[in-house]
């Protein structure tokens, strides 16, 4: 008989406790050891990769979506250097980030600790596994760990090697824990554990991410939805303009911080919406465009309100002509995701306004939108890039899985 | 006929632009004018107040809660000099926290922002209006307000009286609005307007807070349920710990910092429980102790599992000898809501492994719980303590209201 859904969580929570404060040396040990065995042990990981294979290509599942299923040797390698690399940067637990001594000889400290533990709510990629197993371990967070069950032959060789790989390091493997619940009512109960698990982080497309928010009591981090945006002002540099646009759109289409829609200021698009169209049809993308868009540059489809707020994650590119600065912000603000915008511009006062006014995780002037990543703003791996407010904002790295606490050294105090 | 709530959450988003980069001085002037206009005003003021008192005392509202409805002129004093206390914070938001400049020539600021929208959800305290205005304006943040309708004519004479000097400062009056939803229906869907509103506090008891995250979908700060141990170790100074209890129970019973549960190692529980027990009983405290307290101390009720759960908010304290500090630990973890956590002791490494291993917002080494609050901790005004590890732990003041974002200034870049 399965384990109850709840013990496992409450145990997981009581693990967590052991490695809120465990060393950053013993920590790194386990990430290089766990690399360490999973390389070693290669053969046997793919041996039950595939039989999860197996059984998603006899059901149907489509070949993008095997790819992302499959362990191969290079994606094996790939988690193993990526846990080596997460034990490379530093330890954020226990940083002292402020503190003061209060009139009454109180002195407090707000240090940074782990949250405890993190439910990470994933699809039918297995290398999430052990990308969540470093940075969470790596911040002293204890996981819950429910991933696809198209992906469970997978996702459990990977936690056994995990627990193993606990064990010899000398922490309880409770702090990792596959949870197996099949059934979405499963998982909407696991969503009510606020007494035991801290954040809940779905990691997948926009239809998980949107069943986890609505089934929570749990606080979440919405990561990734990105309807991003490219604002080609009047005064751009055109030259430059155009690389920026291409880049932020065909460079890697699938992901979240490339360019959706293009707008373009009335004054600048005659003479640059027909070269960039062009460039951009020749590397294979659909332009849908605005009336006007269509009458410059002529045989495109018209777009619909609808592709206003689409994220495509493919070569298809919106694009509108807007009247100025002020259409192009609220335009931004109506329909993006709040995830990274762009403007090009050669004007001091746009430029500033631009960064002011969009509402969004990053706010971009002359560069491309392709840049929110953790890895390019110099914070190590990434988790993730937040789309909400809340706790984190842009790109979460290992600071971001944790949270403060106040200790206050006292001599006695009492309140009058 | 009422204004759809959907059309007023998102007219107020849109004001919320305007707001977000409002200077400090025209903030700060707003402030300052609500003050003096509320003062002037007192008596239409009172006179919409006696509506709802007079209303709820027909309805038999108990005098604790109509003492809490009551708008006397010292209440909108304080009203008044709560807001010219928050003039006088510095402002939160353009702080630059941190940036650098990366290989690629990028320049990254990460610049702290208001949060946007945030809902306030309150019960019968029309001063909470008025508290969330100061806060939230001063952060540059709109407000959904939705107070009980048991104080309806008192918040929106507040809240008109705010509306007119937003017109008379220069800022749009949508950016704080009075919800007048009345059924629980009605609060449940504003819950769900996730495009519009970016945070969700609600300010009152745990049952509040229980149904505002569980029907949730926006981000929740959960505030204020506080059930705080002191933990007296077996080398305790016992002047200072039979202080720091008496102090920490019952200097202001009816706050989420006061003290609930002693926790006293069984070493020294036989010499300090009865001259501490007498005084609390002198102070009328009701004790309920576990069975080795009642041997001790003779007279009192048996504390139950429930005690150990209970926030009091009264002249009630939970007493338990205990073997050591790992088994308070445990139990405070266990039994604890992560608020306020002392220990009094003369260990080093009892202090030490107290503030390291307890599970709270903030923990204490010989200082009273009562210390747990914004003014103390010299953050100013504060809109409620955290208990959840996500966004916000502890106290929380206007920085505490505010997101970030990642302004990116770039000459060209684009992502190879």
């Not at 002529?298 to 707020?309: N, P, Q, R, S």
Request: some cysteine; hydrophobic content about 40%; proline content about 3%.
């Amino acid at each position: 008989m399965r384990e109850n859904m709840k013990d496992i969580v409450r145990r997981t929570k009581e693990a967590s406790y052991c490695l809120a404060n465990a060393s950053s040396l013993s920590k790194n040990q386990f990430l290089l050891r766990l690399a360490d065995n999973l390389e070693r042990e290669e053969e046997e990981i793919k041996k039950e990769n595939r039989r999860d294979l197996e059984k998603a290509k006899s059901a149907g599942m489509k070949s993008s979506l095997l790819d992302r299923l499959e362990l191969s040797s290079s994606r094996i390698k790939a988690m193993a250097s990526g846990l080596r690399e997460v034990a490379n940067l530093p330890d954020p637990v226990g940083e002292v980030i402020e503190g003061s001594k209060r009139p009454n000889g109180l002195l407090i400290t707000k240090v940074r600790v782990p949250l405890g533990v993190i439910a990470i709510i994933y699809e039918a990629r297995p290398n999430v596994t052990i990308d969540s197993v470093g940075l969470g371990i790596k911040s002293g967070n204890a996981l819950i760990l429910r991933g696809s069950s198209s992906a469970i032959y997978s996702n459990r060789i990977l936690v056994d090697k995990t627990k193993e790989t606990l064990s010899q390091c000398g922490f309880p493997p409770q702090v990792v824990n596959l949870l197996e619940c099949e059934t979405h009512e499963e998982v909407q109960e696991l969503l009510t554990f606020r007494d035991y698990i801290d954040a809940v982080i779905p990691r997948g497309g926009a239809g998980l991410i949107k069943s986890v928010i609505e089934h929570s009591q749990i606080p979440v981090i919405e990561t990734g939805v990105g309807n991003c945006h490219v604002y080609v002002d009047k005064s751009a540099d055109k030259e430059m303009a155009k690389k920026i646009v291409i880049n932020a759109k065909t460079q890697r289409p699938s992901v979240c911080n490339a360019c959706e829609t293009l707008l373009i200021d009335k004054e600048i698009a005659p003479q640059f919406l027909l070269p960039v169209v062009g460039a951009l049809k020749e590397k294979g993308v659909e332009i849908r465009g605005c009336e006007k868009t269509k009458e410059l540059v002529g045989d495109i489809k018209l777009a619909t309100e609808e592709d206003w707020y689409a994220e495509y994650l493919d070569l298809i590119l919106a694009v509108k002509v807007v009247g100025g600065i002020e259409e192009a912000i609220n335009h931004i603000n109506k329909y993006g995701s709040h995830h990274s915008e762009a403007i090009v511009t050669q004007d001091y006062m746009a430029a500033r306004r631009f960064l002011e006014e969009v509402d969004a995780a990053a706010v971009y002037v002359n560069a491309s939108t392709r840049f929110t990543d953790g890895g390019e703003f110099g914070m190590g791996a990434e988790i993730g890039i937040s789309t909400q407010k809340l706790h984190a904002r842009g790109p979460m790295g290992l600071r971001e899985l944790t949270t403060v606490k106040y200790m206050v050294w006292g001599t006695g105090q009492i309140r009058e």
